[in-house]
């Protein structure tokens, strides 16, 4: 069973960076692509950005493309999320999901995810 945690989340002021990071275990695959998805107060969930298990996909939603970077260090089981320039709107609960397959390794989407961290709450306020 693939078990995932997010850390990195915190308060910082706008125009700062954070870096989440999210580890994953149980799994000895690396054929997972991984999602980052948000849900601020009162508003649906969105995906954020995802990657490929070989890391060669990437997308970005188009409010944070040029100011959040995804990577992944497969030796440490761990996808990071570079969040740069953060806005107060970027002020929400930030979750991984991840879904293994047999094109995980080469693409990523922010559907059929079966697995889910429980969040790190990323807040943007001076």
């Known amino acids: 069973q693939l078990q995932l945690v997010e850390s990195g989340g915190g308060l910082v002021q706008p125009g700062g960076s954070l870096r989440l990071s999210c580890a994953a275990s149980?799994?000895?695959?690396?054929?997972?692509?991984i999602a980052w998805f948000r849900q601020a107060p009162g508003k649906e969930r969105e995906g954020v950005s995802c990657?490929?298990?070989?890391?060669?996909?990437?997308k970005y939603t188009d409010s944070v493309k040029g100011r959040f970077t995804i990577s992944r260090d497969n030796a440490k089981n761990t996808v990071y999320l570079r969040m740069n320039s953060l806005k107060p709107e970027d002020t929400a609960v930030y979750y991984c999901?991840?879904?293994?397959?047999?094109?995980?390794?080469?693409?990523?989407?922010?559907?059929?995810?079966?697995?889910w961290g429980k969040g790190t709450l990323v807040t943007v306020s001076s």
């Open positions: 999901a991840a879904a293994s397959s047999a094109i995980s390794w080469y693409v990523c989407d922010y559907n059929g995810m079966p697995y």
């Open positions: 149980g799994f000895t695959s690396k054929t997972y692509a």
């Open positions: 990657i490929s298990g070989n890391g060669g996909i990437t």
